[in-house]
């Protein structure tokens, strides 16, 4: 790795985990003491975040990290939905032994890890090496492109529920991702992405739930005003 990309990915991680906040100014100077990188490869990494939407270039200030928002979220799956359903029917048209082969690895790799729930770093690193395997076989560099600016777009909403619960409640994962392998490998476009869709709505509805209790938090106890009594 270069000292560019390994800024990138440290930066990335701290972003994504919480660690730099939302709106929170990233100055050279600072940075360049947390990661005791010079000014080159820290630039260069903010200018790849910023083209990730990770971060913002605001003009005379400098760097942010980008604002979260319900409706930023929402945006960003209903696009994931928009692109990937695209790609997988792509995948599942012109796909090969290959790309089957690749499926069926990636799905046996991210249940061992979803078993053991120990390490959410490798689990976020299989799950993400399982979706983007479904979808490789279209054939398509701008789709895979979409689908991974939009996977970054929504992971920084969906990690801290993995860093806080260590996994999603109430939810079979290994059986949502284990449905939509096999509608696939059968050549099942509609189930397939019907799974797919279903999928992410049932993420999106756990972020949505998880920000709104964070909201009620953070805006604290709002009970009527007491008037005076003189």
């Known amino acids: 790795m270069t000292l560019a990309d390994k800024a990138y990915a440290a930066l990335r991680h701290d972003i994504i985990r919480g660690a730099l906040p939302a709106g929170m100014p990233l100055r050279m100077a600072d940075l360049s003491a947390r990661y005791e990188m010079g000014f080159s490869p820290l630039r260069e990494a903010l200018n790849r975040l910023q083209s990730e939407r990770l971060v913002d270039a605001l003009a005379l200030k400098g760097f942010t990290v980008a604002e979260t928002s319900q409706a930023e979220m929402q945006d960003a799956v209903a696009q994931r939905i928009l692109i990937e359903t695209e790609a997988l029917r792509g995948a599942i048209a012109r796909g090969g032994d290959g790309w089957a082969t690749g499926l069926v690895a990636a799905l046996y790799a991210l249940k061992l890890q979803i078993n053991r729930a120990d390490d959410i770093w490798e689990l976020e690193a299989r799950h993400h090496a399982f979706h983007r395997q479904l979808l490789v076989g ?20 969906r990690i801290p529920i ?38 992410y709505r049932r993420t999106e509805t756990t972020i949505m739930a998880q920000m709104a209790a964070k909201a009620a938090v953070s805006a604290g106890p709002r009970g009527p005003k007491l008037r005076d009594a003189g």
Request: charged share 30%.
């Open 138 to 157: 279209c054939g398509s560099n701008w789709l895979m492109e979409f689908f991974e600016r939009l996977y970054s777009a929504t992971e920084r909403y």
């Open 162 to 199: 993995l860093l806080e619960s260590g996994r999603d409640q109430g939810r079979d994962l290994h059986h949502e991702h284990e449905s939509l392998a096999e509608a696939a490998l059968e050549r099942n476009a509609d189930l397939a992405c019907s799974l797919l869709v279903a999928h």
